[in-house]
């Protein structure tokens, strides 16, 4: 080795220290001169140090990916909340379901879906005015549709691949919709029961393992807002 770079490396050792690459190839060039029947166990340990710190790092990035999605959803839930305390009325409510809350929760169908009661008959004339997001049916539809007939099952928000029979709630657009959030709505005195169906495109737009603190929230605030209108 030549003097000048021995000079060189002795002056800033503590950098080859700091650099993976050139540590990694001064452990190898020192196994090749160990020969074929002995081990260093260093590098054995290198490499399974290296191959735990990827895994750590993709945790942290796996971490740090849903904190930041955890942040959007909640913006855009309490701005949907505060859209919905700004309509005047039902049928504004109504009629903004698909337009400006579709947009902030960046979805492509929401519907409204009641069913029917006696108590209902004063918002029929809404009905009448053909909202696509609003539609009536019939008693324990909600139940049925969440629970896709398992009766076992009493879950009131579910997060899932659009399933069958959601041509009954999305009608035409279904075909195209790969998931879909249903949150069951228990409004006013009355126990008006009640389901804002989402859907997306997007596969991963819904899935079972995210969280629904958010969806609980809202469609509490939706349930008063509905109910005050109703009552």
Same mark, same amino acid.
Request: contains cysteine.
């Given at each position: 080795?030549?003097?000048?770079?021995?000079?060189?490396?002795l002056?800033?050792? +503590?950098?080859?220290?700091?650099?993976?690459?050139?540590?990694?190839?001064?452990?190898?060039?020192?196994?090749?001169?160990?020969?074929?029947?002995?081990?260093?166990?260093?590098?054995?340990?290198?490499?399974?140090?290296?191959?735990?710190?990827k895994?750590?790092?993709?945790?942290?990035?796996?971490?740090? &990916?849903?904190? $930041?999605?955890?942040?959007?959803?909640?913006?855009?839930? +309490?701005?949907?909340?505060?859209?919905?305390?700004?309509?005047?009325?039902? @049928?504004?409510?109504?009629?903004?379901?698909?337009?400006?809350?579709?947009?902030?929760?960046?979805?492509?169908?929401?519907?409204?879906?009641?069913?029917?009661?006696?108590?209902?008959?004063?918002?029929?004339?809404?009905? &009448?005015? @053909?909202?696509?997001?609003?539609?009536?049916?019939?008693?324990?539809?909600?139940?049925? $549709?969440?629970?896709?007939?398992?009766?076992?099952?009493?879950d =009131?928000?579910?997060?899932?691949?659009?399933?069958?029979?959601?041509?009954?709630? $999305?009608? =035409?657009?279904?075909?195209?919709?790969?998931? =879909?959030?249903?949150?069951?709505?228990?409004?006013?005195?009355?126990?008006?029961?009640?389901?804002?169906?989402? &859907?997306?495109?997007?596969?991963?737009?819904?899935? &079972?393992?995210?969280g629904?603190?958010?969806?609980?929230?809202?469609?509490?605030?939706?349930?008063r807002?509905?109910? +005050?209108?109703?009552?």
């Open positions: 080795m030549k003097n000048k770079l021995r000079e060189e490396i002056a800033q050792a +503590h950098e080859i220290l700091n650099d993976e690459i050139l540590l990694r190839a001064l452990i190898e060039a020192s196994d090749k001169n160990l020969g074929d029947k002995v081990v260093d166990l260093r590098s054995v340990a290198m490499q399974k140090m290296d191959g735990e710190l895994k750590l790092k993709r945790s942290n990035q796996q971490v740090i &990916a849903t904190a $930041y999605e955890n942040l959007v959803g909640m913006k855009q839930v +309490h701005q949907v909340v505060l859209k919905s305390l700004e309509k005047n009325n039902f @049928d504004e409510f109504v009629a903004n379901l698909n337009t400006e809350f579709c947009q902030i929760l960046k979805v492509d169908c929401i519907k409204l879906i009641l069913e029917k009661n006696p108590s209902i008959k004063r918002i029929v004339k809404f009905a &009448a005015q @053909d909202l696509p997001p609003l539609d009536l049916f019939p008693v324990n539809f909600i139940t049925t $549709y969440i629970s896709q007939g398992n009766e076992t099952d009493t =009131e928000i579910v997060l899932r691949p659009t399933p069958k029979g959601s041509e009954q709630v $999305y009608g =035409e657009l279904s075909k195209n919709l790969r998931s =879909e959030g249903c949150i069951k709505l228990k409004i006013g005195s009355e126990k008006i029961i009640g389901m804002l169906a989402m &859907a997306s495109k997007e596969k991963e737009k819904f899935t &079972a393992q995210q629904v603190e958010l969806l609980k929230f809202m469609g509490s605030v939706f349930e807002r509905i109910s +005050h209108w109703l009552n």
